[in-house]
């Protein structure tokens, strides 16, 4: 149950950001931040497949995608990564 929390969490972050959570978490708008995110949740989120195949998944596909994200912070030409859209205090985007 928490994983699926913490997925619709991390889509939220990536789709939708308050300006005031920017301020306080930089690391979400950074490569090397979000990779680090991403590879810690793969780490919370691991078991063995023996045990919970979900888990197991779920950390395979966080870790991909932290060492992705790494990857891009060295790539040239790439910006920082932005949420689709960064709601303002009064709830406009």
Do not use: H, K, N
């Not at 939708?16 to 090397?32: E, H, K, N, Q």
């Not at 919370?44 to 994200?69: M, N």
């Amino acid at each position: 149950m928490y994983l699926l929390a913490l997925g619709v969490s991390i889509a939220l972050i990536a789709l939708c950001l308050p300006r005031c959570v920017i301020r306080y978490f930089r690391f979400v708008v950074t490569f090397i931040g979000r990779s680090l995110l991403y590879i810690c949740i793969g780490m919370l989120t691991y078991s063995s497949p023996d045990a919970y195949v979900v888990g197991f998944i779920t950390s395979i596909v966080c870790w991909l995608v932290g060492f992705i994200y790494f990857i891009l912070a060295f790539v040239r030409g790439c910006g920082s990564p932005r949420p689709c859209f960064i709601l303002e205090q009064d709830g406009r985007g």
